[in-house]
């Protein structure tokens, strides 16, 4: 019997020190993996279930069953319901597992502009697509949109909090493009994501297929929070 705890994935938690991951599985059968993914804004903070779902909901797939035994991510109630998940503890003893790495995209504007369709935005009808570009290679992400506002995560943060899912934790560049904005820029909540897992790296903004600006992920949030008595001495 193989439990969640008992496999390989690793939440980012330096601010709790507590472990926090789980599976969804698709309609298709995939198995989504999720981890939590904290900030030092702890609010920010991505749980488990939230980060499975939207890895699962951004590849067009429908999230059916939950697994994960301890500890239970925040607001599993309302993910249950939501999408009327079964909850499991024990995995299956064979499964086939989401991997997000794309090795090559020869093209990021075109891409991006593709996986724009693939945006879940029943709220907003405002597309926006990521590609996160790792030393591994790329990983995708569209903004998914969920009943509750505030649980849909955008296309940054799904890309990343797939990629960290994955273990695919060195980033080189996040490429951003939003067809309908006038003018492309990430929200103040990935702006501060951005910040904990990739501060020193960059940020390109796609502001039509023919216009590129290139930031320092620093220079996107100056004077942003920071404190070294938030995390926790022993990782
Ligand atoms: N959105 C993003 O995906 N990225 C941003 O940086 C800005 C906002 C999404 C979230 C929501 O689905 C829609 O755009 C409208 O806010």
Redesign the pocket.
Known sequence: MKHVTDTSLKSYSPYSNTEESCYIQGKSGIMYPGVRIENISFPLTISAVQAAVCNCLANGDVPSTLYQDKPESELLDYWLKAFGLDHKTVLPGRFETFDPLVRDISDIPEKLDELCNN?L?S??G???A?ILETENGYVTG????VSAWSL???????ALSRAYSSGYKRYISMH?Y?PKSEFC???GA?RQVLNELMPDKTVELHHTKISLSKHFVQHLLPYGITSGTLKKKNK
Request: include cysteine.
């Open positions: 945006a935005t709220h907003s405002f597309p926006v990521a569209v903004n998914v949109e849909g995560l955008c296309a940054e943060r799904v951003i939003a820029s990430p929200c990935c």
